[in-house]
C-alpha cells in the first residue's frame, strides 16, 4: 500500500501532549485558533519542521533562519525574538517531557483578521504563534524498504510566481503533485522545474547516486532544505564527491541508488520511480554512508546546543 514517508505509527502519548499557542501551553482538545486567522483563512504564513534529539532540536538556528527570513519576505512580524521562541519550543518539550522521537511543528501566521480578505492590512493584533510536538518518528518499515516515487504534471514554478524558497503555509502545488502520485500508487510525487529538469518531491529533496557521485538538483527551484545542506555538506567533508546540477529523467532511471531527504525522516531510500527499479530496488552502500554521516552531524549539533543551554 502506498504511503507517505510523513507516515508513522501512532503513539498514546500524543493524546494527551500540551500545545504553545500564544505563549499558553494548553491540551490538545483546547488549543485552537481563530477562525479569521490568516492561516486559515489564507495560509499566509511561515513553519518549520523540527526533529529533536536528547532534548534539543536538531539544527535550531538554520530553521530559525529560514523561519525569520520567510516571515521577512512576506513583511510579517512575528512578535517574539529567536531567544523568546528557542525558549517557548524547550518549554513546549519540557511540559511534555519529550526527549527523543520527537518531531515539532512551528507554525506562525500574520494573525487574525478583521474580516475575512487576503489585504494584510486588514489583520488586527499580533502574529499567531504554534508549537505542535509529537511524539512521531517515520515508520522503521519504509525507511528499510523505500519509496516509490511518481513524476507528476505539477511543475516548481518560478519564484515570480510563487518563490519556492519560501517555506508557506499555502502548499497547494505540493498537495496537487502528492495527490496525483497517491492516486498512481506511488508513495510520493517527484516534480520537474519549469525546464523539464529534476527539481524536487512534494515533501522531501531528491538525490541520486551514478558512478560513486552524489546528485541533486540545482535547488533554483525547491526550497533551501536544512537536510538537503547537511548531505551535501558531509558528502563535501568526507571527500564525496557531490553535484548540484540539472539531471533528467532518463538519468533518474539509470542511477545506482535515490534517495529523499528531509527533517522529518532524514534519509530514505528511494527504491522505484515511475515503474522503474533504482538499482537492485534496495538500499545501497552510498546511502547507508550517508546515514552514519549525518547522525554524526546531529549528534554534533545537538551536543553543541546542549553546551549552549547549559552555559
Not at 505539477?154 to 508557506?168: A, H, T, Y
Request: with cysteine.
Amino acid at each position: 500500500m502506498a504511503q507517505s514517508i510523513q507516515d508513522f505509527h501512532d503513539d498514546p502519548r500524543n493524546a494527551d501532549i500540551r500545545i504553545w499557542v500564544n505563549g499558553e501551553l494548553k491540551h490538545r482538545n483546547e488549543a485552537v485558533v481563530s477562525v479569521f486567522d490568516s492561516g486559515f483563512v489564507l495560509g499566509d504564513g511561515v513553519w518549520e519542521g523540527l526533529r529533536v534529539f536528547n532534548g534539543h532540536p536538531a539544527f535550531l538556528d538554520a530553521h530559525l533562519d529560514r523561519l525569520y527570513e520567510g516571515a521577512k519576505a512576506i513583511a510579517m512580524d512575528i512578535g517574539m525574538s529567536r531567544a523568546e521562541l528557542t525558549d517557548a519550543i524547550y518549554a513546549t518539550l519540557a511540559a511534555n517531557g519529550m526527549t527523543d522521537g520527537v518531531h515539532a511543528r512551528l507554525m506562525v501566521t500574520r494573525g487574525v483578521k478583521r474580516t475575512p480578505y487576503q489585504d494584510p492590512r486588514v489583520t488586527v493584533g499580533r502574529a499567531t504563534v504554534v508549537i505542535i510536538a509529537e511524539f512521531k518518528t517515520a515508520k522503521p518499515e519504509t525507511l528499510a524498504e523505500g519509496l516509490s516515487l511518481f513524476t507528476v504534471h505539477v511543475r516548481r514554478g518560478f519564484p515570480d510566481v510563487q518563490d519556492p524558497k519560501l517555506n508557506s503555509h499555502s502548499k497547494l502545488n505540493c498537495i496537487t503533485a502528492c495527490i496525483q502520485a497517491y492516486t498512481a500508487g506511488a508513495d510520493e510525487a517527484l516534480m520537474l522545474d519549469p525546464h523539464g529538469f529534476v527539481a524536487t518531491c512534494n515533501s522531501t529533496h531528491f538525490f541520486i547516486v551514478r558512478r560513486g557521485e552524489v546528485w541533486t538538483s540545482t535547488g533554483d527551484y525547491c526550497l533551501g532544505g536544512i537536510t538537503r545542506a547537511n548531505v551535501i555538506q558531509v558528502c563535501r567533508e568526507a571527500g564525496i564527491t557531490v553535484r548540484e546540477k540539472n539531471f533528467s529523467l532518463t538519468e533518474v532511471y539509470g542511477a545506482d541508488e535515490a534517495f529523499v531527504t528531509g527533517t522529518f525522516a532524514g534519509l530514505a531510500p528511494v527504491r522505484q520511480v515511475d515503474g522503474r527499479t533504482i538499482g537492485d530496488g534496495k538500499p545501497g552502500p552510498m546511502l547507508a554512508r550517508l546515514r552514519e554521516l549525518y547522525a554524526g552531524l546531529v549528534q554534533r549539533d545537538v551536543a553543541a546546543r546542549a553546551a549552549s543551554r547549559a552555559a
